[in-house]
Structures are given as C-alpha cells and as structure tokens.
C-alpha cells in the first residue's frame, strides 16, 4: 500500500512540475535527448551493440521462418483435411449418395391433448 501511495504521489507531483515548466522546457529537453542520441560515442556503441547482437543471433530468422512454415502448412492440412487423388476433399463421414431423413410426425404430449399446459412448456 505505502508503494502505491508513494507512487501516485510521484506521478502528481512530476504532473505538477511538468506543468509549470511549459513546451518551451519540454522542447529544451526534448533537443537534449537528441543531442546525446545522435553523439558520435553514443552513436558507436549503438553500432557495437547491434553489430553483437546480429553476430548472437545468426540464423535465427531463418530457422523461425522455416518453423512458421512447417506451422502453417500442419495447420492448413489439418483444417482442409485429407484429399483424393484430384486433389478434392473426403469425409467419411458423408457419402457421395444419402437419402434424406423421413420426416416423423409430431407427438402429441397427454397433457397438450387434454389442454392443460406441461410443467417445462409453462416456463418457454
């Protein structure tokens, strides 16, 4: 709780003081942080950074990109599902040639004949 509380206190009091400053301090700030981005020793070790973490990584894109690949295509085999030889797809599960359902009559409930409601159909 007393982090929280020490928290809040910080952002209000950095809301205040920012406030009072104005965009003329903001934009002073703003060309220092610049200035010392864009040195010539900043700017080296930003290259020796990169330049090592390039060196660390080798061919990791490549190995990602071949592993998404693999990905995708199990994925698209498995929603597409298998194939005939033409390149159509099968399901078992429906043959070429069904007969449609026979239509069965509606039951009528005792309850429904007799004209009083059923206990579930009063509650629909």
């Known amino acids: ?20 400053a104005g965009r003329k301090r903001y934009d002073q ?5 610049e200035n010392l981005w864009s040195a010539p020793p900043v700017q080296r070790r930003v290259t020796e ?5 390039l060196e660390r990584v080798g061919d990791v894109p490549s190995a990602l990109f071949d592993a998404g690949k693999k990905i995708v295509t199990a994925v698209q085999a498995r929603t597409t599902g298998p194939r005939d030889a033409g390149g159509t797809a099968y399901s078992p599960a429906t ?30």
Not at 1 to 20: C, D, E, P, Q
Not at 49 to 53: K, L, Y
């Open 49 to 53: 950074v990169r330049d090592f973490a």
């Open 29 to 33: 700030i703003v060309a220092a942080a």
């Open 1 to 20: 709780m007393r982090g929280k509380l020490l928290f809040i206190t910080g952002g209000l009091v950095g809301y205040v003081l920012g406030a009072r």
């Open 95 to 124: 043959p070429a040639a069904t007969k449609p359902a026979a239509a069965t009559p509606a039951t009528t409930s005792p309850a429904k004949a007799a004209g009083t409601p059923a206990s579930d159909d009063a509650t629909r």
